[in-house]
């Protein structure tokens, strides 16, 4: 059974950083990565990383925030830095099923998905 679990919300000023962390445990796809839903907006994507290490972006991350991989662990970061009110969202952790590729083009069929963590930025 495979479980993904996200830490490392929180809440910062405009212009902070934050570090969020995610374990992916069972049997996962190539790919891995990290979705928000601002309040009120739908889920978007923000970031994924294949098991090569490359990484795609979405616009939304606007060269502020780098996604990055343990292997060794079945964990992924991103690092958000120069964060704006904007940015506050619940983040969740997304990991792609087996012979899927949905995920690694950030799509959402049959992804595994965390329960989130929350980043919330002051202005």
């Known amino acids: 059974q495979v479980q993904v679990v996200e830490s490392g919300g929180g809440s910062v000023e405009a212009g902070g950083s934050l570090r969020l962390s995610c374990v992916a445990s069972?049997?996962?796809?190539?790919?891995m990565g990290w979705f928000r839903r601002v309040a009120g907006k739908e889920r978007e994507g923000v970031a994924v990383?294949?098991?090569?290490?490359?990484?795609t972006y979405t616009e939304v991350a606007k060269g502020r925030f780098t996604i990055s991989k343990d292997n060794a662990q079945n964990t992924i970061y991103l690092q958000m830095n120069s964060l704006k009110p904007e940015d506050t969202a619940m983040y969740y952790c997304?990991?792609?099923?087996?012979?899927?590729?949905?995920?690694?083009?950030?799509?959402?069929?049959?992804?595994?998905w965390g329960q989130g963590t929350q980043v919330t930025v002051s202005s």
């Open positions: 997304a990991a792609e099923r087996p012979y899927f590729s949905d995920l690694c083009s950030m799509g959402e069929r049959g992804n595994f």
């Open positions: 990383i294949d098991d090569a290490g490359i990484a």
């Open positions: 069972g049997y996962i796809g190539k790919c």
